[in-house]
């Protein structure tokens, strides 16, 4: 997660807040500890980390 392509970035940050979430690396590739601390370097606004984080994951399922 250090460098989300600046579309994915704006996107986000835009009119697809609802429409992204977090599918990381992990366990192959990546480790957890790596993924999150290069998580805040990625600059989505405030508002976006929670819906990207997981409320649209429980939307999506039913959660």
């Known amino acids: 997660p250090k460098h ?3 579309d994915i970035i704006n ?3 835009t009119r697809g807040s609802s429409k992204i979430m977090y599918a990381g ?4 590739g ?8 290069e998580m805040d370097s990625v600059p ?3 508002e976006v980390w929670p819906k ?3 409320e649209n994951a429980k939307k999506l399922l039913k959660l």
């Open 4 to 6: 989300y392509p600046q």
């Open 11 to 13: 996107f986000a940050n």
């Open 25 to 28: 690396y992990f366990p192959m």
């Open 30 to 37: 990546l480790s957890l500890d790596k993924i999150f601390a």
């Open 44 to 46: 989505f606004k405030d």
């Open 52 to 54: 990207f984080l997981g």
